[in-house]
Each structure stands twice: as C-alpha cells, then as structure tokens.
C-alpha cells in the first residue's frame, strides 16, 4: 500500500475500528442484567433478550416502527418514481431544477423542527383543519386521537423524505439512452406510454438505493415522534427507537442494549442484500 492510499484510507479505518469497538461493547452489555437495580453488571445469558422480546412496549415499538418503514418505502417508492417522471418530461433545466429544489426542501428541515411545525399545521382549531372547514371538507383529528396520531405522523415522513426517492429516480432516466426515448416520441408514444413502458423498466437501480434508504430513514426516526409527543412514554408514537432511549433514560441499560443490537441486526439484515445488489449491477454496467 503506498502512502497516498494510506493516507486516504486511515480516517476510514480508525473510525471503523471505534464503530466496531463500540457495537461490540454494546453487544457485550445486552448479555447482562446492568440496570439501575443491578449496578454492577452480571453475565445473564439471554435473559435481558427474552425479557426486551416478550415486553409489550417492544412488541409495539417494533410494529410501529416497521409498519412506518414498510409505508414510506411503497408510499414513497411511487411518489419518487412519478414525480422524477414528470421532472423528467420538463424539457427546460431551470424549470426542472426549479421544481426539484421544491421537492426536496423538506430534506433540508430538520425533523425536530418539521415536528413543531406539524404541531400547529394539525392542530384541530387552527390549522389545516381551518381551510378544510372552509371548503367544507370532512376534518381529521391528527394528533388529537389514538386512531390517526400514527398516520398523521406517517404523513409528515413521507412528506420530508419522497424527495431523496425522486432524486435517484431521476438520476435513473436522466442515464437512459435519450435516443431510446426520442424513437418512441417521434413513433407517437405520449408521455405516459414512455413512463410505463421505459422509464419504469430501467429504474432498478433508483428503487435498490431509494429503497434502502428510506428504510434506514424511516426506521431510525426519533425527533420527530419524540417532540410531537413530548416524551418516550407515549405508547401511540413509540418506534423502536424511541423505545431504546425510554429503557436507557429509566436506567434499564442492558435492555437499551439489547434493543440497539436488534436495531443494527435488522438493519443489516434489510440493507446489506440491497447493497449488494446495487453494486452487483453498477459493476455489470
């Protein structure tokens, strides 16, 4: 290895090393019971796990946190590929540049203050449910009742990350043969039959990443049902993440742990054949 790669690869591999340390450490504290009633840990074995795995407030955590995930990447997946199409059809670069930077605004905001916002925008007296009122649309509760508190917040997910989905979407067609596209407009093709029948078909490499990472986006989410519900302790708005820092916060630290460590399995588990798969065919290209 000569000294320009190795100057290069070592901030890579001396943080990869305090990563590692740190996940190990971490994996090491999920076999102990170290809690606040047992301050010096001791090796229990799986115990810490049955327990975090038969706890209802994981359980539920979990479904949250999975139903938010598998929502945001279908929901968002289809709100990406169609807004990258119709971007796509634009034919001049500042009107498409204009309305792309529209879309991924929400990106720029963080979630903590797209969670205070949300909290005027569906208050039930002031806020969209004033203008709904108006046109003399049926209103929402939102954050007012157990039934809709988690779709409202699905709702504010998929509104701040459907615009890092559009991007790889269109980086997707903007490789595409342009001549490909060209000879279907001029055998009369509209742009709807271009859609379906070439963009869709040659965006795989757009839906492994966006895919990948709304998963990851959504699934590690943590200020946003965190302000909107004040606190860990509500059930309603709990994800697994949250659930993690309640255990940590009342002192429960090998459950903290235990619950970090199935975050990073599952994690791995979703990603690491996405990752694979993408470079499989960026490679193939």
């Given at each position: 290895?000569?000294k320009?790669?190795?100057?290069?690869?070592?901030?890579?591999?001396?943080?990869?090393?305090?990563?590692?340390?740190?996940?190990?450490?971490?994996?090491y504290?999920?076999?102990?019971?170290?809690?606040?009633?047992?301050?010096?840990?001791?090796?229990?074995?799986?115990?810490?796990?049955?327990q975090?795995?038969?706890?209802?407030?994981?359980?539920n955590?979990?479904?949250?946190?999975?139903?938010?995930s598998?929502?945001?990447?279908i929901?968002?997946?289809?709100?990406?590929?169609?807004?990258?199409?119709?971007?796509?059809?634009?034919?001049?670069?500042k009107?498409?540049?204009?309305y792309?930077?529209?879309?991924?605004?929400?990106?720029?905001?963080?979630?903590?203050?797209?969670?205070?916002i949300?909290?005027?925008?569906?208050?039930?007296?002031i806020?969209?449910?004033?203008?709904?009122?108006?046109?003399?649309?049926?209103?929402?509760?939102?954050?007012?009742?157990?039934k809709?508190?988690?779709?409202?917040?699905?709702?504010?997910?998929?509104?701040?990350?459907?615009?890092?989905?559009?991007l790889?979407?269109l980086?997707?067609?903007?490789?595409?043969?342009?001549?490909?596209?060209?000879?279907?407009?001029?055998?009369?093709?509209?742009?709807?039959?271009?859609?379906?029948?070439?963009?869709v078909?040659n965006?795989?490499?757009?839906?492994?990443?966006?895919?990948?990472?709304?998963?990851?986006?959504?699934?590690?989410?943590?200020?946003?049902?965190?302000?909107?519900?004040?606190?860990?302790?509500?059930?309603y708005?709990?994800?697994?993440?949250?659930?993690?820092?309640?255990?940590?916060?009342?002192?429960?630290f090998?459950?903290?742990?235990?619950?970090?460590?199935?975050?990073?399995?599952?994690?791995?588990?979703?990603?690491?054949?996405?990752?694979?798969l993408?470079?499989?065919?960026?490679?193939?290209?």
């Amino acid at each position: 290895m000569d000294k320009k790669t190795f100057f290069f690869s070592f901030p890579v591999l001396f943080f990869a090393t305090i990563l590692i340390y740190l996940l190990l450490w971490n994996v090491y504290f999920s076999f102990t019971n170290w809690s606040i009633l047992n301050p010096v840990p001791r090796f229990v074995g799986l115990s810490s796990y049955y327990q975090v795995l038969t706890s209802y407030y994981f359980i539920n955590s979990l479904t949250h946190s999975f139903l938010i995930s598998s929502t945001l990447v279908i929901v968002g997946n289809l709100l990406g590929m169609t807004l990258a199409g119709l971007l796509y059809s634009i034919k001049s670069n500042k009107v498409r540049m204009t309305y792309m930077s529209i879309f991924i605004y929400p990106l720029t905001i963080s979630m903590s203050a797209n969670g205070l916002i949300f909290l005027w925008l569906f208050n039930p007296n002031i806020g969209i449910n004033t203008l709904l009122s108006f046109l003399h649309l049926p209103t929402s509760p939102w954050f007012s009742s157990t039934k809709t508190v988690l779709p409202s917040l699905i709702i504010i997910i998929i509104w701040a990350y459907s615009g890092i989905s559009m991007l790889f979407y269109l980086a997707s067609f903007m490789n595409l043969d342009k001549s490909i596209v060209e000879a279907a407009r001029i055998d009369g093709a509209n742009f709807f039959r271009i859609f379906r029948k070439i963009l869709v078909p040659n965006s795989m490499n757009g839906f492994v990443v966006s895919t990948a990472l709304l998963f990851l986006f959504s699934f590690r989410v943590f200020s946003l049902p965190f302000v909107i519900s004040g606190g860990p302790s509500n059930i309603y708005l709990q994800t697994l993440l949250i659930y993690q820092y309640f255990e940590f916060s009342t002192s429960y630290f090998a459950n903290a742990s235990v619950a970090s460590t199935i975050v990073v399995i599952i994690a791995l588990v979703i990603v690491v054949p996405y990752a694979v798969l993408g470079m499989r065919r960026w490679a193939h290209h």
